[in-house]
C-alpha cells in the first residue's frame, strides 16, 4: 500500500473480486464485493457464511451495514 492509499482505496481496488468479511457476532461471509459506501457498508453477490472454511449456506445477494463489520479482505 503506499503512502497516498486509503482505505477506500483499498476495497475499491477489491471491487469485482471475492472478499472475505468477518462480523461483530462471528460470522464470516465471502462473495464478490460488487459496492461500498463511505460508511463502509457492502453489497455482495453469490455470498455464502462460512464456518471454519466450510460453506455453511448461500445466501446470494446481501448488503451488510458498515458498523457490524470488523474486516474485509480479499481471499485467496
Do not use: C, Q, W, Y
Not at 14 to 36: D, M, P, Q, R, Y
Not at 61 to 67: H, L, S
Amino acid at each position: 500500500m503506499s503512502e497516498n492509499s486509503r482505505p477506500l482505496d483499498l476495497l475499491n481496488t477489491a471491487k469485482g473480486k471475492t472478499v472475505l468479511v468477518e462480523l461483530k457476532n462471528s460470522h464470516a461471509i465471502t462473495g464478490k464485493l460488487v459496492a461500498f459506501d463511505v460508511h463502509i457498508n457492502v453489497t455482495l453477490e453469490n455470498a455464502e457464511e462460512k464456518k471454519d472454511g466450510e460453506t455453511m449456506r448461500k445466501l446470494g445477494n446481501v448488503f451488510i451495514r458498515g458498523d457490524t463489520i470488523i474486516l474485509i479482505s480479499p481471499t485467496v
